[in-house]
T-cell receptor
């Protein structure tokens, strides 16, 4: 079956702009989580959506937001981009049946690499 | 506040030898631990996991050990192969979140 698909794979923005990233989970998976990967910081949890509801949220400013659609596809948005937002943004899906992303093995997409100039 | 730490950014071993990757955590409420492997230009892929009620889990060449009193887990790869060269992330599950470490880059040379 198809894996987790993230688009776009690469993008370049300038400070102050906003960006929207898209994630299509594995068919049948209802949970989508987003992570930010930067050198030296590992994978930082942004938020998790399950059945169109944000179920959990990490410690990121309000400029980072997301949503999930009825077909489980998810988008994340970053407004007023800063240089420090340059990172690889990873989306992961799981069945979510056990009550949270932490209880399930996550399947990751290849990521969207954002560069902010 | 880094709740999951991988203190070795990199590790180099020779093919056929054992690779040992270490991970420390601070929160005793974590109840499940996982290792992920990441190749360049790909997303992380699940490798092996262990429940907090166990102290060892084995899957082929990969074994994960958990020492709850020390809040420490390790991944052993025996024998190491060049294809194992990747970045390895440990992760701890709790509070409905999966908290990742910063990763260890493993290089296995022929």
């Amino acid at each position: 079956k198809a894996g987790v698909t993230q688009t776009p794979r690469y993008l370049i923005k300038t400070r102050g702009q906003q960006v929207t990233l898209s994630c299509s989970p594995i068919s049948g998976h209802r949970s989508v989580s987003w992570y930010q990967q930067t050198p030296g910081q590992g994978l930082q949890f942004l938020f998790e959506y399950f059945s169109e509801t944000q179920r959990n949220k990490g410690n990121f400013p309000g400029r980072f937001s997301g949503r999930q659609f009825s077909n489980s596809r998810s988008e994340m948005n970053v407004s007023t981009l800063e240089l420090g937002d340059s990172a690889l943004y990873l989306c992961a899906s799981s069945s979510g049946a056990a009550g949270g992303a932490g209880a399930n093995v996550l399947t990751f997409g290849a990521g969207s690499r954002l560069t902010v100039l | 506040d880094q709740q999951v730490k991988q203190n070795s950014p990199s590790l180099s071993v020779q093919e056929g030898r054992i690779s040992i990757l270490n991970c420390d955590y601070t929160n005793s409420m974590f109840d499940y631990f996982l290792w992920y492997k990441k190749y360049p230009a790909e997303g992380p892929t699940f490798l092996i996991s262990i429940s907090s009620i166990k102290d060892k889990n084995e899957d082929g060449r990969f074994t994960v050990f958990l020492n709850k009193s020390a809040k420490h887990l390790s991944l052993h790869i025996v024998p190491s192969q060049p294809g194992d060269s990747a970045v390895y992330f440990c992760a701890a599950s709790g509070f409905q979140k999966l908290v990742f470490g910063t990763g260890t880059r493993l290089l296995v040379s022929p």
